[in-house]
């Protein structure tokens, strides 16, 4: 993996030289109803903005920090909503899984599969994810450095599925804390990995909160910005219609508005470094 050719995602090249691929959604499912009203509206902002898009939630939160969190409808009824909004809406789909035996029934229904950050090393699910077939959303851990996320590319890659894309999203820095160094940006496309940022887990207080990972919304504009200065092939945000309302990560969540303005400003950064197409 030394130089960074384009990969596949839904029906687009992403990488150096492309449009800057467009990751969006709530965290997670909070109803059919809720899912369908925010891939309407996601849809409609990003093609106003004429960027490639799919739209991004979780049928089920795992990894909350308690078991009192809100996780989700769950694997069977959560991929029969993502099947309906698929449908109905007219959107590629993405979701995570956190265990090999969602893995068929889940690429049965959504285009990209995400491997959750705390889970990127998991080699029997990075396997299975990417032997799906499906475009593979890789996480990079908060644990893990910007070169050693190349060994975990590699095991996807591997399968003879290269349609791997990598994302930043944040570091461990102390007890309930983020850090974002741009110098990984810069390092994992050295490595030929095609790389997303995640701006708003990125501001995640990871814990911070009584038993609740917090954040900082605030921030979330400034990292996008700066990752796009640095160089980033696409950008993952998670967007609710009223982000304090939020079941799962609304001190992480941009509202619609917020959203728009985001992606608004990482093209025009694209475009005055000459790193967005068209």
């Given at each position: ?84 909004v698929k449908r109905e809406v007219g959107v590629p789909v ?185």
């Open positions: 993996m030394s130089t960074t050719p384009s990969i596949q995602l839904c029906g687009h090249k992403v990488g150096p030289g492309e449009r800057l691929f467009v990751i969006a959604g709530p965290d997670s499912i909070e109803s059919e109803e809720m899912a369908l009203r925010h891939a309407h509206l996601l849809k409609g902002i990003t093609q106003r903005l004429g960027v490639p898009y799919a739209f991004k939630c979780s049928y089920d939160k795992a990894n909350r920090t308690s078991g009192k969190s809100f996780r989700g409808p769950g694997l069977k009824e959560g991929l029969r909503i993502l099947d309906r993405l979701t995570d899984v956190h265990e090999t035996s969602h893995v068929g029934p889940a690429a049965e229904v959504v285009d990209i599969i995400q491997i959750p950050a705390f889970l990127c090393r998991q080699t029997d699910l990075v396997e299975a994810v990417a032997r799906s077939g499906r475009g593979v959303n890789l996480k990079k851990g908060q644990f893990v450095a910007p070169k050693d996320i190349v060994h975990s590319a590699r095991k996807a890659v591997e399968t003879g599925n290269p349609n791997i894309l990598v994302t930043e999203r944040g570091s461990s820095f102390g007890y309930n804390n983020l850090v974002v160094d741009m110098r990984g940006l810069a390092q994992m496309r050295e490595a030929g990995l095609v790389v997303c940022m995640d701006a708003t887990h990125a501001v995640q207080l990871p814990s911070s909160s009584d038993g609740k990972t917090g954040g900082e919304r605030k921030f979330v504009s400034l990292l996008a910005r700066s990752a796009a200065a640095a160089g980033i092939d696409a950008l993952f945000t998670e967007v609710h219609e009223d982000p304090d309302r939020a079941l799962c990560d609304g001190p992480c969540s941009l509202n619609p508005q917020m959203f728009e303005d985001v992606v608004r400003d990482v093209l025009s950064i694209r475009r005055a470094l000459g790193h967005e197409a068209g």
